[in-house]
């Protein structure tokens, strides 16, 4: 209810009982005329005015806790709106899911990790050789980032390069990359992938996060025509760059400018 109507109404409910009151005086006199026989109506009517008091306050004390309440419902009200405009607004550059990231992605089967080191039999004289020990990192490369892009920057991009693509669709095919990347970085250190190792330690790949164009098998980016449109966007946005290695494809994320 409106802070006037409110108070209109109540000035309204006032006034009435005003004038009952103005008739209650009146009836009053004109019973004081019979006294004898005006006390007891005289008592009713002492008890009627008093309860009619008695509402007229509870109404003024509810009225005035309600008129308290309205500015801090109104800012609340307006905090409610302002929340709602930035999770809007949020939602707009997240895709419609995030899967968890892991390493156990479906890859080849030949890039799986070493197996256990060869157990020497009792009594048995030949010698097993020990792997070679592996170089570690000096600095740990720590999560692949996920440098989703926006509406507006889709939205740059001409409608032939663009094509059917939408926000959510490229936006969860980085969320792949970025899988891609973390797998990458582990196997690194297996033993049986020096081809990978050897990569990575390229100088213009070393310390960065990539993945090879063989381990784009979804779930949203996949070697079709629609993982090649989404990696030309992004290799316009400048999320990524592209090197060749040997016989291999390799893939860069890169830090928007």
């Known amino acids: 209810m409106d802070l006037k109507q409110a108070g209109s109404s109540l000035d309204s409910l006032i006034s009435s009982f005003n004038t009952r009151i103005a008739e209650l005086q009146e009836l009053v006199i004109a019973r004081n005329m019979y006294p004898a026989s005006s006390v007891t109506d005289l008592?009713?009517?002492d008890a009627a005015l008093k309860g009619m008091e008695l509402q007229v306050k509870a109404i003024k004390d509810r009225l005035h806790e309600e008129t308290e309440a309205i500015p801090k419902a109104k800012k609340l009200i307006a905090k409610s709106l302002r929340q709602q405009k930035k999770l809007q607004s949020l939602s707009v550059y997240a895709p419609s899911y995030l899967p968890e990231r892991t390493a156990t992605l479906n890859l080849d089967s030949d890039r799986g990790l070493a197996p256990e080191a060869c157990k020497q039999q009792p009594n048995q004289s030949t010698m097993v050789e020990e792997p070679a020990a592996i170089p570690k990192e000096k600095k740990s490369r720590g999560s692949p980032p996920l440098w989703y892009i926006t509406a507006g920057e889709l939205d740059s991009l001409s409608s032939y390069m663009r094509g059917r693509l939408t926000l959510e669709k490229v936006n969860a095919a980085i969320n792949d990359?970025?899988?891609?990347?973390e797998a990458n970085a582990?196997?690194?250190?297996?033993?049986k992938k020096k081809e990978l190792r050897d990569i990575a330690t390229t100088e213009s790949i070393k310390g960065k996060h990539?993945?090879?164009e063989t381990d784009m098998k979804g779930p949203s980016l996949k070697l079709d025509n629609t993982g090649k449109a989404i990696l030309t966007v992004l290799r316009h946005l400048g999320r990524i760059s592209e090197t060749r290695m040997g016989h291999h494809r390799v893939i860069i994320l890169l830090k928007p400018q």
């Open 43 to 45: 008592s009713a009517i």
């Open 177 to 181: 990359m970025a899988t891609y990347a």
């Open 210 to 212: 990539f993945f090879l």
């Open 186 to 191: 582990q196997l690194i250190a297996a033993p």
